[in-house]
């Protein structure tokens, strides 16, 4: 149903574009109602405007709190404009018709994510007039038009001047669509933050209900596969340094796996707070390496498994400087994208300007970052048919003093810094899984297999003559010796597993006949 736009009413924290919209629609004779600020805001740049406390009768009060929940503003907006009943209400109480509502939020996740903002400011961020006048005009989209984003403000002039006046039924409905799941994802930010509140004060760490809403940051060409449609959304909630807040400095648009990839890949980098590389490869770690300086560490990760490492991604706990740069770009190496706290510019100029690589390879600067900034207040999820789960994260980390030797042997202190860094490792690759280190550079993964002796085989194999005296770190106990038996024909010389096995004593009892130490942490890392 076409019905011409004779009276808008716009209240808008965010002010951007709003002076040649308005403008736009003052042109066009339509009247403007508004509000405190915005009111101000529109005096100022000399555009008529009708206060809404003159609509009401009423001030605004209580420190802006109360201005437009009032019959004469909700019932302009929600009169059904051909029910006679309506007609006549409005008639009787003076009620004046509002046929477009331009409204954006108060900013209540800028707000939160601020450092040291106070649990009373959060709270009068906390917006009611502006949700509910959106909600009124998006359940009367058949009547009102709803504009809640500053980047529809030239298409509604367009729709408007195209239509005489009137905005097409078509437009009115997305914008009713984009309205209510704008107010939907406000409502989920305020509920959230004050479950994380109640959560660090030692509550529930479960809510009842469960919300979790995004905004469209981009749409990818395709999903996992050609055939699968995609997108990225970014839930606007604060957080720690990652790929959902990363800058693009270069490369191709990031798609579906490339995300995936990245995001692995720097949670593995976030177990470090010294100069470490990890190279990710299908959601799994193929090499890792901590060294200084920084391209010692990116040559080891590199050399972990060089044949996964083409077409991998890389994650730094460091700037990527022009020596990284000078090596990824020489002999046949490539990647598909780099995240890195930031990109020195000598090196970023390499990167970008280098034939093959300037064209295609993404380069994501996220900031600094470290494992104590990482937020455990954030959980994960995994989408079911019909649900989804909710964990918290995984962000246990077993130190020296975590280890039980329960072999006769005992390792060194070499042995145990290696058997840490392939247990911090073991802990992002998908299970069953099995790490092999030599110091701080993984020489060999077992990613995702069915049985546990299998990952050995397969992480020795990756090893190959490298795994001679090396040290193994496991995801999960061994259900039975197969696994330490294989590994100990290898050469492997030392051995992490949680324990917890019925078949504890014959792995162990296996260890000792090879005089191999083995320690168990009593911590099982699932990745699934």
């Not at 959106?134 to 408007?160: C, E, I």
């Not at 010294?274 to 050399?303: I, S």
């Not at 770009?329 to 300007?353: K, T, Y």
């Amino acid at each position: 149903m076409q019905h011409k736009v004779s009276r808008a009413l716009i209240s808008v924290s965010d002010k951007h574009g709003l002076e040649a919209f308005a403008r736009g629609l003052a042109d066009m004779g339509i009247e403007i109602l508004s509000t405190g600020g915005t009111w101000r805001a529109l005096k100022g740049w000399g555009i008529a405007a009708r206060e809404v406390a003159e609509l009401t009768g009423f001030p605004e009060m209580m420190g802006g709190r109360v201005k437009t929940l009032h019959p004469r503003v909700h019932g302009g907006i929600l009169a059904v404009r051909d029910d006679p009943a309506h007609r006549s209400a409005m008639a009787q109480h003076g009620i004046e018709g509002i046929d477009l509502v331009v409204v954006n939020l108060y900013p209540f996740e800028a707000t939160v994510g601020r450092e040291g903002v106070s649990r009373e400011e959060a709270i009068e961020q906390i917006d009611i007039g502006g949700p509910s006048m959106v909600r009124s005009a998006a359940k009367n989209h058949r009547f009102v038009g709803v504009v809640t984003d500053p980047d529809d403000y030239g298409r509604v002039l367009d729709g408007l001047q195209k239509g005489s006046g009137a905005l097409g039924e078509e437009l009115r409905r997305e914008l009713a669509a984009k309205a209510f799941a704008l107010t939907a994802r406000y409502d989920a930010a305020i509920a959230g933050w004050l479950h994380e509140e109640r959560r660090a004060a030692g509550g529930e760490p479960f809510p009842e209900s469960y919300v979790l809403a995004g905004r469209l940051a981009m749409r990818l060409r395709y999903g996992e596969n050609p055939h699968q449609a995609a997108a990225f959304y970014r839930t606007g909630a604060p957080g720690e340094p990652g790929v959902a807040t990363a800058e693009l400095l270069g490369g191709k648009a990031l798609s579906y796996n490339n995300l995936l990839d990245l995001d692995s890949a720097l949670g593995l980098a976030k177990e470090h707070d010294r100069p470490f590389v990890a190279v990710v490869k299908h959601n799994n770690p193929c090499g890792a390496a901590a060294a200084e300086p920084l391209v010692a560490a990116l040559e080891k990760a590199w050399a972990g498994d060089p044949l996964s490492a083409f077409g991998s991604v890389l994650a730094f706990t460091r700037p990527l400087d022009r020596p990284c740069a000078e090596f990824l770009v020489s002999g046949n190496r490539f990647v598909e994208a780099i995240i890195a706290p930031s990109f020195d510019q000598d090196a970023l100029e390499l990167l970008i300007h280098k034939p093959k690589w300037g064209r295609s390879v993404r380069l994501l600067a996220c900031g600094a970052f470290a494992p104590g900034g990482r937020r455990a207040s954030e959980l994960e999820l995994k989408k079911l048919s019909g649900g989804f789960l909710v964990q918290e994260r995984d962000l246990r980390t077993e130190g020296p003093g975590d280890l039980r030797v329960v072999t006769r042997a005992r390792p060194n202190d070499e042995q145990v810094e290696s058997l840490l860094f392939a247990a911090h490792v073991a802990k992002h690759v998908k299970s069953n899984a099995i790490v092999l280190a030599k110091e701080t550079e993984v020489i060999g993964v077992g990613a995702g297999q069915m049985s546990r002796v299998d990952a050995v085989r397969l992480a020795v194999h990756k090893a190959g003559l490298r795994a001679r005296g090396a040290s193994l770190a496991s995801d999960a106990f061994f259900p039975f010796p197969d696994g330490v038996e294989a590994a100990m024909e290898a050469g492997i010389a030392a051995i992490l597993q949680p324990g917890g096995s019925v078949r504890d004593e014959e792995v162990i009892a296996a260890c000792d006949r090879g005089g191999v130490p083995m320690v168990f942490t009593g911590v099982r890392h699932f990745r699934h």
